[in-house]
């Protein structure tokens, strides 16, 4: 399923903070809509609870406001686990963030695929395909299309390298890659300059092609790390994560799509990395 963009969209990671009902993602929808910021993302980390009364009338304010929806699945997702029944759950959990994000009217969810628990990258990644394989054949049947969008994560005990995501787009049709640049300066501990993100973005062209770049689902937050990756999301001014550069580069090469901010100030951030970006030539 391809999306259609003509720009790239800001928002933020959940309701904003200065919503007034702050656990009521209409009311966010609305907020967002106030601030002058372009989509939101729905936040499911801690499951998936969501009637079916809200998400209809979620979808409709969505569409009156025009602003598009993305969806973030539960943090407890891992196609790598030890024991076959949490397997089975994680499968569900994706299943059910597909099931209430489209009926949001939400095109891209996202989520951590896997941990390796010390196992060999390969042998996890084969996992992780063959669950999504799975999952992808489910929603056909269910009549549910949505991307699915395995994030590129932070920590270096997480599945979800750059690598590994552009490879899994490849091989599992509805599957493409959430780029979060933060957690992969995190992850890599480079990554942080205008040449590093222009390689990303030719990386991602050459191997998944052009349209990619017009149908993207990037996140952005500043970022604090270790040796073993990111520790927790900070405000862009406390992080020395290169956003300016960052957006410099999506401008040049004129990418499309979401770009949902994840910092703790959320709208604060999401609106200065929008302003930033329309100050661009």
Known sequence: ??????????????????????????????QIAKLGLDCMQLEFAHGVRMKEEVSSALRKVS????????????YYINLNAREQDKIDSSVERIIQTAKISDMCGAESMTFHAAFYMKDSPYDVFDLVEKSLNVIEERLNRLDIEIELRPEL?????????????ISLAKS??????????????????????YDDFCNVLGQIKGELGKNVLENMHIHISGISSNSKG?????????????????????KDWNCK?????????????????????????
């Open 1 to 30: 399923m391809q999306s259609s963009f003509n720009r790239l969209l800001f928002g933020t990671a959940g309701v904003p903070n200065s919503t007034p009902k702050r656990n009521n993602p209409i009311e966010g929808v609305r």
């Open 63 to 74: 569409y009156e406001l025009q602003i598009p929806l993305t969806s973030h699945g539960p």
């Open 153 to 165: 994560t932070g920590k270096t005990s997480q599945f979800g390298s750059l690598e590994e995501l």
């Open 172 to 193: 599992v049709n509805s599957c493409l890659p959430c780029l979060d640049f933060s957690h992969l300066y995190a992850r890599t501990n480079c990554y942080n300059s």
């Open 230 to 250: 990111d520790l927790k999301h900070l405000n862009l001014n406390d992080s020395d994560f290169n956003w300016r550069d960052l957006l410099r580069a999506l």
């Open 257 to 281: 799509g979401y770009v949902i901010c994840n910092s703790p100030n959320l709208e604060v951030d999401a609106k200065m990395l929008k302003d930033y970006y329309e100050s661009l030539n």
